[in-house]
T-cell receptor, first 112, second 115 residues
Framework: EPEVTQTPSHQVTQMGQEVILRCVPI?????FYWYRQILGQKVEFLVS????????KSEIFDDQFSVERPDGSNFTLKIRSTKLEDSAMYFC??????????FGPGTRLTVT | AQSVAQPEDQVNVAEGNPLTVKCTYS??????LFWYVQYPNRGLQFLLK??????LVKGSYGFEAEFNKSQTSFHLKKPSALVSDSALYFC?????????????FGSGTRLQVQP
């Protein structure tokens, strides 16, 4: 059964550094998403991407964040200058028609 | 604004007994509703959805959920719990009428099934 994959599973970075989180969505899906979950808190929506552009973003998704689909299979989330409060589990998701979203296993980002 | 409430942090049930995990939602329009399950060190796994039509929806692993518009609820149920059902369960909502695709999640309910 097709799955969403994410790399790395765990990323440790220093405050102020740039990080790129990578995702490979399910191959025939059209909509792509990033969510995050700070430890002990709810899963929060960050951004959705369709037809090579951002279709929706939350207040969390400020100028420090960007997304890209560079080659038709990968979907990346970049954080330009990480802060301590960016430490969280980041989930990538994809969907075909926009109903149920299928999530990857997550990347745990630790900012020190 | 849309929101989801899962009033129980944890639900304990004995194996073989029926289980219910509660969820209530708030949206300005009509909802799309979802249940996801998370096992340790794994992502969110889709269980079932309510889009429209029959209020009782069936999903994976014997789970079902009942949509109740008047009570704005979407409780997850299973007739006979298994120890392997022990996990973290999330309810999520999306407003059908706005066209937004962002899911809003509840805080999660930990289900513990005792042998």
């Amino acid at each position: 059964e097709p799955e969403v994959t994410q790399t790395p599973s765990h990323q440790v970075t220093q405050m102020g550094q740039e990080v790129i989180l990578r995702c490979v969505p399910i191959s025939n899906h059209l909509y792509f998403y990033w969510y995050r979950q700070i430890l002990g808190q709810k899963v929060e929506f960050l951004v959705s991407f369709y037809n090579n552009e951002i279709s929706e973003k939350s207040e969390i998704f400020d100028d420090q964040f960007s997304v890209e689909r560079p080659d038709g299979s990968n979907f990346t989330l970049k954080i330009r200058s990480t802060k301590l409060e960016d430490s969280a589990m980041y989930f990538c998701a994809s969907s075909y028609q926009g109903y149920e979203q299928y999530f990857g296993p997550g990347t745990r980002l630790t900012v020190t | 604004a849309q929101s989801v409430a899962q009033p129980e942090d944890q639900v304990n049930v004995a194996e073989g007994n029926p289980l219910t995990v509660k969820c209530t939602y708030s949206v300005s329009g009509n909802p799309y509703l979802f249940w996801y399950v998370q096992y340790p060190n794994r992502g969110l796994q889709f269980l079932l959805k309510y889009i429209t039509g029959d209020n009782l929806v069936k999903g994976s692993y014997g789970f079902e959920a009942e949509f109740n518009k008047s009570q704005t609820s979407f409780h997850l149920k299973k007739p006979s719990a298994l120890v392997s059902d022990s996990a973290l369960y999330f309810c999520a909502v999306r407003d059908r009428d706005t066209g937004r695709r962002a899911l809003t999640f509840g805080s999660g309910t930990r289900l513990q099934v005792q042998p």
